[in-house]
T-cell receptor, first 113, second 112 residues
Framework: DSGVTQTPKHLITATGQRVTLRCSPR?????VYWYQQSLDQGLQFLIQ???????AKGNILERFSAQQFPDLHSELNLSSLELGDSALYFC????????????FGPGTRLTVL | DAKTTQPNSMESNEEEPVHLPCNHS???????IHWYRQLPSQGPEYVIH???SNVNNRMASLAIAEDRKSSTLILHRATLRDAAVYYC?????????????FGTGTRLAVRP
């Protein structure tokens, strides 16, 4: 158990809908990262937040957005969902940016029908 | 982003050493070499990292070539629990953020 929690574990929705994935980092960690893992693209970095502010951006679509709240939990919002958005979404956390180890949560499996 | 190349799959026998290779010929001077592994149905898990010198920790050893264009993750005695996908990643600490760029990884199977 990494100490990172993600909810929900599974999410099934329809094309065109909007969903919110939630992540609680390990106690004491200030930085949160979001990754997408799909069969054809592998694990891809989406976005990083540190203490409420965006720190780095990867291959995140404009339909996706994220934020980190004052209590340090983070949410990833996915809108206008397409079939290709079906994937595992992982959240990771670390004490600070640019540290050696990121701790990954168990992931949220999103299925878009 | 600098890229890594790994074999798609490898097999090992339980309790034998395993050497997982990684090529990263375009590595830059500020890139650290990180290894993560992903056990079935779990999120990735940090294994080890290094810059120039060989590194050891409780999980594994990392051997880095002198020119840094390749590295090898060494599991000294493979167990069934080590069956996973192992990712070799170059991490750029020069940027303000911190993103891990995962490649396709090596799927390690461990035979009892």
């Amino acid at each position: 158990d990494s100490g990172v929690t993600q909810t929900p574990k599974h999410l099934i929705t329809a094309t065109g809908q909007r969903v919110t994935l939630r992540c609680s980092p390990r106690s004491g960690d200030l930085s949160v990262y979001w990754y997408q893992q799909s069969l054809d693209q592998g694990l891809q970095f989406l976005i990083q937040y540190y203490n409420g502010e965006e720190r780095a951006k990867g291959n995140i679509l404009e339909r996706f957005s994220a934020q980190q709240f004052p209590d340090l939990h983070s949410e990833l919002n996915l809108s206008s969902l397409e079939l290709g958005d079906s994937a595992l979404y992982f959240c990771a956390s670390s004490v600070a940016p640019r540290v050696d180890e990121q701790f990954f949560g168990p992931g949220t499996r999103l299925t878009v029908l | 982003d600098a890229k890594t190349t790994q074999p798609n799959s490898m097999e090992s026998n339980e309790e034998e050493p395993v050497h997982l290779p990684c090529n990263h010929s375009t590595i830059s001077g500020t890139d650290y070499i990180h290894w993560y592994r992903q056990l079935p149905s779990q999120g990735p898990e940090y294994v080890i990292h290094g810059l120039t010198s060989n590194v050891n920790n409780r999980m594994a050893s990392l051997a880095i070539a002198e020119d840094r264009k390749s590295s090898t993750l060494i599991l000294h005695r493979a167990t069934l629990r080590d069956a996973a996908v192992y990712y070799c990643i170059l991490r750029d600490v020069g940027s303000s953020g911190d993103k891990l760029t995962f490649g396709t990884g090596t799927r390690l199977a461990v035979r009892p």
